[in-house]
């Protein structure tokens, strides 16, 4: 359903893959589109796609002429992924902490300015929030690269990690509090203080565990999300990730490009959500289906 939504909505869009280039022969226009079996009917383009899908062939690309999209894609995904899973990292390790603090800090000055810088991070878009990282570190002090991938090392990481991180953070900072005051009420929670019990036990062993699904749910679309690329971070920092070459495809009406491109984020998203609801049925029994 997804493969077929796609195809319709390139194929119906305004515009074609050569109708930017500046006077072309109107023979040499079709004499492409025959190339790239654009002047079939689209029912024919599409049986032809989904033959060659089946065969692991996601087609060629009108951008790059001398490369597939699958070499694209195995070019570009290498880059997101290691931006993607850095930024999740951090995400979850910093958002877990901030709100374990905030929900022991309950209506606290730690718990308000805690909550409102998180509020913060959720409103900023990356738009804002990546440019403000780029003038401070990058050009204004000049600690960081601003742009490219250079040789690949952690100094180029930093700050497209950090601005893809930060609305996670804020995100799971907020789920992990408001789960974390709801068990902490629990009739488990105290009974395992009443049993004396010490309270960093009763926080890891007692009210983590079920805290934590919420933030579970979340990082099933927030994990395909991060790892496949940010289309913005990619573009601001100028990175060969697969985000980049997404919004280079819509650009230029490169049918396979975005096509490849949202199979990826469609298969992650459907297999990380299956991976959510097994962690879900392993941290919480009461989730497991009963035969």
């Known amino acids: ?22 006077d072309l022969d109107p023979l040499v226009k079709a004499n492409l589109e025959r190339t790239y079996g654009l002047d079939q009917p689209i029912a024919v383009q599409f ?20 490369r ?8 570009g995904l290498p880059i997101s992924l290691r931006i993607g899973l850095a930024a999740l990292a951090v995400a979850t390790s910093v958002g877990l902490a901030i709100g374990i603090t905030a929900a022991r800090a309950r209506n606290s000055v730690l718990d308000a300015g805690l909550m409102g810088a998180a509020s913060l ?29 250079g040789d ?10 950090v601005a893809l991180a930060l609305p996670q953070i804020a995100a799971i900072s907020r789920l992990t509090r408001g789960a974390m005051l709801e ?9 395992a203080r009443a049993k004396g019990l010490p309270e960093r036990r009763v926080i890891a062993v007692h009210v983590l565990p079920a805290a934590v699904l919420p933030v ?10 991060v790892i496949t690329g940010s289309v913005i971070i990619e573009q601001i920092f100028a990175l060969p990730g697969v985000g980049r070459y997404f919004v280079q495809g819509a650009i230029n009406r490169d049918y396979g490009l975005v096509l490849g491109v949202v199979i990826l984020y469609a298969s992650a998203l459907i297999l990380l959500n299956l991976l959510v609801d097994f962690a879900y049925g392993w941290l919480d029994p009461r989730a497991r289906a009963r035969t």
């Open 47 to 66: 049986r032809r796609y989904l033959g060659a899908l089946a065969r692991g062939d996601l087609g060629p690309s009108t951008t790059y002429p001398d």
């Open 216 to 225: 579970v749910s979340y990082l099933g679309p927030a994990v395909a999300g």
């Open 183 to 191: 068990t902490l009420s629990a009739d488990f929670v105290r009974t």
């Open 121 to 149: 991070g959720v409103a900023l878009p990356a738009f804002v929030t990546a440019p403000f990282l780029t003038l401070v570190f990058g050009i204004y002090l000049a600690w960081l690269p601003v742009a490219g991938w």
């Open 68 to 75: 597939s999209v699958s070499e694209l894609i195995a070019d």
């Open 1 to 22: 359903m997804i493969i077929t939504a796609s195809f319709l909505l390139t194929r119906l869009a305004p515009g074609g893959p050569f109708d930017a280039e500046v």
């Open 152 to 161: 690949g090392s952690v100094r180029h990481w930093v700050l497209p990690v």
